[in-house]
């Protein structure tokens, strides 16, 4: 039994760490070519998994084979515009210009309620409202609405808006990040001091504290009571 659960958690490893290899996709996102290693790498290690009389290198050896072969396969679809088109398709346009085109949808044997049923997921109920339709390689449904259709912008109304970066996390779970405060220009004597304001003299007591680009700080404590200041 004990060795049936040190051989499970090394295959659980080992698979792990060749997903990372092949990088970050969600499910949803991968390539067919992905989706197919995925699916073989699962297989392969269920096999030292389920057969105690297998080795362990049964499994893992094909794994990794499997990873160097996806590995190159990506380095070379890198440089490849033709070999790209081979191993992970081209995206088709299925609407133009307003106009459902029925012979793509032939041919990727996509239908009709499937194709609506995406133009809803991407809020569009009705077909006049799309210029374009274009079903990516991975599957997923891009929709470009006409530009009477698309929602108004501060570009459209020629509004100065003041630049807005992305929240830098002071603390995380009552633990200071010495590394962003720095890269902020803060000091750990300013974020205790910006703290004492809010009547929190315990640091462990902060579940989240982030600043934004204009210099708003956010703070949760453990006990969930939010606060903000400017």
């Given at each position: 039994?004990l060795i049936?659960l040190?051989r499970?958690?090394?295959?659980y490893i080992?698979?792990?760490?060749?997903l990372?290899l092949?990088?970050?996709?969600?499910?949803?996102?991968?390539q067919?070519?992905e989706?197919?290693?995925?699916?073989?790498l699962?297989e392969?290690?269920?096999?030292?998994m389920?057969s105690?009389?297998?080795?362990?290198?049964a499994?893992?050896?094909?794994?990794?084979?499997?990873?160097?072969?996806?590995?190159?396969f990506?380095f070379l679809?890198?440089?490849?515009r033709?070999l790209?088109?081979?191993?992970s398709?081209?995206p088709t346009?299925?609407?133009?210009?307003?106009q459902?085109?029925?012979k793509e949808?032939e041919?990727?044997r996509?239908?009709?309620?499937?194709?609506?049923?995406e133009?809803r997921?991407?809020?569009?109920?009705?077909?006049?409202?799309?210029?374009y339709?274009i079903i990516e390689?991975?599957g997923?449904l891009?929709?470009?609405p006409k530009s009477?259709?698309?929602?108004?912008?501060?570009d459209?109304?020629?509004?100065p808006l003041?630049?807005e970066g992305l929240?830098?996390?002071?603390?995380?779970?009552?633990?200071?990040?010495e590394?962003?405060?720095s890269?902020?220009?803060?000091s750990?004597?300013?974020?205790?001091?910006?703290?004492?304001?809010?009547?929190?003299?315990?640091?462990?007591?902060?579940?989240?504290?982030s600043?934004?680009?204009?210099g708003?700080l956010y703070?949760q404590t453990?006990q969930?009571?939010?606060?903000?200041?400017?």
């Open positions: 039994m049936t040190i499970t958690l090394l295959l080992v698979v792990v760490i060749s990372r092949m990088g970050k996709r969600q499910i949803g996102q991968l067919p070519s989706l197919v290693i995925a699916m073989m699962s392969l290690a269920s096999i030292p389920e105690l009389g297998k080795p362990l290198l499994g893992v050896i094909p794994i990794f084979t499997l990873v160097v072969a996806e590995i190159t990506s679809t890198l440089k490849s033709t790209r088109k081979i191993i398709g081209s346009v299925l609407i133009e210009k307003g459902i085109l029925e949808l041919r990727l996509y239908n009709i309620d499937d194709l609506l049923e133009l997921t991407n809020g569009y109920s009705n077909i006049n409202d799309i210029e339709a390689s991975n997923n891009s929709v470009i009477n259709k698309r929602p108004v912008t501060p459209d109304l020629q509004l003041a630049y929240p830098q996390l002071l603390i995380t779970d009552g633990v200071i990040n590394r962003v405060l890269s902020a220009g803060l750990v004597n300013w974020l205790i001091d910006k703290l004492q304001e809010y009547g929190i003299y315990d640091i462990s007591t902060v579940f989240i504290a600043i934004d680009s204009g708003k703070l453990k969930s009571k939010k606060k903000d200041k400017k």
